[in-house]
T-cell receptor
Framework: DAMVIQNPRYQVTQFGKPVTLSCSQTLNHNVMYWYQQKSSQAPKLLFHYYDKDFNNEADTPDNFQSRRPNTSFCFLDIRSPGLGDAAMYLC???????????????FGSGTQLSVL | AQKITQTQPGMFVQEKEAVTLDCTYDTSDPSYGLFWYKQPSSGEMIFLIYQGSYDQQNATEGRYSLNFQKARKSANLVISASQLGDSAMYFCAMRGPLDYKLSFGAGTTVTVRA
């Protein structure tokens, strides 16, 4: 089945130690997103790629970076994780249409990040 | 700017009963799309149902239906015949014609009791 896959499911890192979360998709979608979701809150968009074009949200800290080496893979790098970065990180994909009103997001299962 | 409001932080429902989750939105775009997602404790966001602003009929998908009242700017989700597996957090979301992202509401936690 075509899907969005996130690894690992749980990630534990130390305060200040760089960590990378990965996402892959078999849907061949143009757009890939990274969301941060803290407990019982709505997902918050960090950034997204439209093909190779990177789009950062204005309030995303510089500590968060992303890479998309090809259509299928996208990575989230946290350069120096702080305690406040502990959260669920969700990867999503979509295939944009015109207009984009009915563009549905397909989500992975998420990576739960803990910072010790 | 678009805004989605979900005023019910948590709800309890008895198994086999129906439950309505409220969602209101604010936008100046005449064209927009409304979505509902389910997020169980496992974390994955699962798409449930979609309603376009120009759709004449309310959307339905199995036990899910969307009560779309355009003049009131509301898009309530109705889950009929609740099952224990419906216990989850539910998010209402909206996208405008040029938006690259979904705007999510704060979510409603539903707990189904046996």
């Amino acid at each position: 089945d075509a899907m969005v896959i996130q690894n690992p499911r749980y990630q534990v890192t130390q305060f200040g130690k760089p960590v990378t979360l990965s996402c892959s998709q078999t849907l061949n979608h143009n757009v890939m997103y990274w969301y941060q979701q803290k407990s019982s809150q709505a997902p918050k968009l960090l950034f997204h790629y439209y093909d190779k074009d990177f789009n950062n949200e204005a309030d995303t800290p510089d500590n968060f970076q992303s890479r998309r080496p090809n259509t299928s893979f996208c990575f989230l790098d946290i350069r120096s994780p702080g305690l406040g970065d502990a959260a669920m990180y969700l990867c999503a994909t979509s295939r944009p249409g015109t207009p984009r009103t009915d563009e549905k997001l397909f989500f992975g299962s998420g990576t739960q990040l803990s910072v010790l | 700017a678009q805004k989605i409001t979900q005023t019910q932080p948590g709800m309890f429902v008895q198994e086999k009963e129906a439950v309505t989750l409220d969602c209101t939105y604010d936008t100046s775009d005449p064209s927009y799309g409304l979505f509902w997602y389910k997020q169980p404790s496992s974390g994955e966001m699962i798409f449930l149902i979609y309603q376009g602003s120009y759709d004449q009929q309310n959307a339905t998908e199995g036990r899910y239906s969307l009560n779309f009242q355009k003049a009131r700017k509301s898009a309530n989700l109705v889950i009929s015949a609740s099952q224990l597996g419906d216990s989850a957090m539910y998010f209402c979301a909206m996208r405008g014609p040029l938006d690259y992202k979904l705007s999510f509401g704060a979510g409603t936690t539903v707990t189904v009791r046996a």
